[in-house]
């Protein structure tokens, strides 16, 4: 029985992310929506505590998310949409601050020299599609998109209301259902730590990123480059995706500041501007800040962005942490699995541990 379970268990760990990529449509919306309304529910118990019924203070909770994401839209798609059809107008200029490095690694290799001269006299090609208006408000960029798109998002925004709304009701069926007192607590108690834990984590890593967005920000304006605030929410963005995700804010921003300066030293600067504020940040402020509260093994937050990122894409590494942190929430309330102990001490790896301690008891016994 225990080979069976063990086999069993290896088996459904090994479909578990084909089955979640396969049923993404299904998976990540309703994922995304559980993380977000558990984030969401310290403030539905302010407003209930406020006297407001639950419905309404569900729905009160959903509109202030649904507008901050409208205003993330409106200062990071439109404008960077802007930057996209500048592109390829922006190409001569991006040639002219590369050419001292062109230079440079053509003398290094004979193939890069070729590829890169290719690329530098490659003529301009002019877009001959008619651009579409920049999206506005997410039903608009979601209107444009494929259906399937905007019915994820209406059954997404369904699940942040239905859970909201039921959370005292889930709550209280999930405790009083436990058949002793010790397992009413424990239940209690692990749903509010992943309800402290994650709506924590993303509250203060939220402000965060935004006080870092601002921060670039305003060093970019100071700088004299084009849409700073932008820049900042991409910045605040990425920031969310540890490790990778500075690093690709890192690079747009390099690609941003060639596209904006004639030359190159100015046009490191906004990337440089970038680094030093995350170094800061990621060594200084959120170890302080975040550290107290919770700490995460850094292989775990690689194991888990890594495993989300290749399931889900962007959404995925964005889900990785909190997601990451709600199994260890409910792992150390519940008990991790003694894999070692399944295997040795309970026969699996063992073809009759009943004979086998009297050997150990005699080899004991003669080296005593």
Same mark, same amino acid.
């Given at each position: 029985?225990?080979?069976?379970?063990?086999?069993?268990?290896? #088996?459904l760990?090994?479909?578990?992310?084909?089955?979640?990529?396969?049923?993404?449509?299904?998976f990540?919306?309703?994922?995304? @929506?559980?993380?977000?309304?558990?984030?969401?529910?310290?403030?539905?118990?302010?407003? +209930?505590?406020?006297?407001?019924?639950? %419905?309404?203070?569900?729905?009160?909770? &959903?509109?202030?998310?649904?507008?901050?994401?409208?205003?993330?839209?409106?200062?990071?798609?439109v404008?960077?949409?802007?930057?996209?059809?500048?592109? %390829?107008?922006?190409?001569?200029?991006i040639?002219?601050?590369?050419?001292?490095?062109?230079?440079?690694? @053509?003398?290094?290799?004979?193939?890069?020299?070729?590829?890169?001269?290719?690329?530098?006299?490659?003529?301009?090609?002019?877009?001959?599609? $008619?651009?579409?208006?920049?999206?506005?408000?997410?039903?608009?960029?979601? @209107?444009?998109?494929?259906?399937?798109?905007?019915? +994820?998002?209406? !059954?997404?925004?369904?699940?942040?209301? !239905?859970?909201?709304?039921?959370?005292?009701?889930?709550?209280?069926?999930?405790?009083?259902?436990?058949?002793?007192?010790g397992?009413?607590?424990?239940?209690?108690? $692990?749903?509010?730590? &992943? &309800?402290?834990?994650?709506?924590?984590?993303?509250?203060?890593?939220?402000?965060?990123?935004?006080?870092?967005g601002?921060? $670039?920000?305003?060093?970019?304006?100071?700088?004299?480059? %084009?849409?700073?605030?932008?820049?900042?929410?991409? &910045?605040?963005?990425?920031?969310?995706?540890?490790?990778?995700?500075?690093?690709?804010?890192?690079?747009?921003?390099?690609?941003?500041?060639?596209?904006?300066?004639?030359?190159? #030293?100015?046009?490191?600067?906004?990337?440089?501007?970038?680094?030093?504020?995350?170094?800061? +940040?990621?060594?200084?402020?959120?170890?302080?800040?975040?550290?107290?509260?919770?700490t995460?093994?850094?292989?775990?937050?690689?194991?888990?962005?890594?495993?989300?990122?290749?399931?889900?894409?962007?959404?995925?590494?964005?889900?990785?942490?909190?997601?990451?942190?709600?199994?260890?929430?409910?792992?150390?309330?519940?008990?991790?699995?003694?894999?070692?102990? !399944?295997?040795?001490?309970?026969?699996?790896?063992?073809?009759?541990?009943?004979e086998?301690?009297?050997?150990?008891? @005699?080899?004991?016994?003669?080296?005593?």
């Amino acid at each position: 029985m225990a080979a069976l379970t063990l086999i069993a268990g290896i #088996g459904l760990l090994l479909a578990l992310p084909f089955a979640l990529q396969a049923g993404s449509p299904f998976f990540l919306p309703l994922t995304a @929506a559980l993380v977000i309304a558990i984030a969401l529910v310290p403030l539905l118990e302010w407003l +209930e505590r406020h006297r407001m019924p639950a %419905p309404l203070a569900a729905l009160t909770c &959903v509109l202030l998310f649904l507008v901050a994401a409208n205003v993330a839209l409106a200062s990071i798609v439109v404008p960077a949409w802007q930057w996209i059809r500048r592109l %390829p107008e922006s190409i001569p200029q991006i040639q002219h601050n590369l050419e001292p490095l062109i230079r440079f690694y @053509a003398n290094l290799e004979q193939f890069v020299n070729k590829t890169l001269t290719n690329f530098a006299a490659a003529p301009i090609r002019q877009p001959t599609t $008619v651009q579409a208006p920049p999206p506005r408000s997410l039903l608009d960029l979601f @209107a444009t998109s494929a259906p399937s798109a905007l019915i +994820e998002m209406f !059954f997404a925004i369904l699940v942040i209301y !239905f859970f909201l709304s039921g959370w005292t009701r889930l709550r209280r069926g999930a405790i009083t259902s436990r058949s002793s007192f010790g397992g009413a607590m424990a239940t209690a108690r $692990v749903i509010q730590d &992943v &309800v402290d834990d994650t709506s924590a984590y993303l509250g203060t890593i939220t402000l965060i990123n935004m006080t870092l967005g601002l921060i $670039v920000a305003g060093a970019l304006w100071l700088l004299g480059m %084009p849409t700073p605030l932008m820049w900042g929410g991409i &910045v605040a963005l990425f920031n969310y995706i540890p490790y990778i995700g500075p690093v690709i804010a890192a690079v747009l921003l390099a690609v941003g500041g060639l596209m904006s300066f004639a030359d190159i #030293g100015w046009a490191m600067v906004p990337p440089a501007i970038m680094i030093g504020a995350h170094l800061i +940040e990621a060594n200084f402020v959120t170890p302080l800040i975040v550290g107290h509260r919770l700490t995460i093994n850094p292989i775990m937050i690689l194991i888990s962005l890594s495993f989300w990122g290749w399931v889900w894409g962007t959404t995925g590494a964005l889900l990785a942490v909190p997601l990451l942190i709600i199994i260890q929430t409910v792992l150390n309330a519940a008990g991790k699995p003694d894999i070692a102990g !399944f295997l040795f001490e309970h026969g699996t790896l063992v073809s009759d541990p009943e004979e086998a301690r009297p050997h150990r008891r @005699a080899s004991r016994d003669q080296s005593g």
